[in-house]
């Protein structure tokens, strides 16, 4: 189920609207680097309520879950206190196993930061598991690979 909390879609893209708080900045008030991870995580998590698979559907479901294998991040420039920002979202689904999830945080047309994580589903023994069908129908809605 959709709702406000969960974004919404433009184009090939899921954007996740934020608003840097307090507790996301230094004592300069400039957001702290390891932040960005959390609202790419945020901005991950969001595309897949968006299109109703929540990450407890899918593990109840299916008994998958999706861990991060890599990430890369490029800090262009920092974001402040009280700004409002998106963050981005594509999947790129590279195999069965694995996804390649590209983001970026951006303010008002400006790139601040761009990530690249590698995700690979695994089972509940945390071995490489199958991405169903279905669900990779479903990330293609955030691809701009069809």
């Given at each position: 189920?959709?709702?406000f909390l969960s974004?919404?879609?433009k184009g090939h893209f899921h954007i996740l609207p934020l608003r840097i708080q307090m507790e996301d900045t230094d004592a300069g008030g400039i957001t702290y680097y390891a932040n960005y991870l959390k609202f790419a995580e945020r901005g991950r998590a969001a595309a897949l309520v968006y299109l109703g698979y929540p990450h407890k559907n899918i593990i109840d479901r299916w008994?998958?879950?999706f861990v991060v294998r890599?990430?890369?991040?490029?800090y262009l420039v920092p974001a402040c206190l009280d700004e409002d920002l998106e963050i981005v979202t594509t999947f790129t689904p590279l195999n069965r196993v694995k996804v390649e999830?590209?983001?970026?945080v951006i303010r008002q047309e400006q790139?601040?930061?761009?990530?690249?994580?590698t995700l690979v589903c695994v089972g509940k023994n945390l071995r490489p598991a199958k991405i169903p069908d279905e669900?990779?129908?479903?990330l293609k809605t955030f691809s701009k690979i069809e």
């Open positions: 189920m959709t709702n974004g919404f879609q008994e998958i879950m890599k990430c890369s991040v490029d999830v590209h983001q970026d790139c601040l930061v761009r990530l690249e994580t669900l990779i129908e479903k």
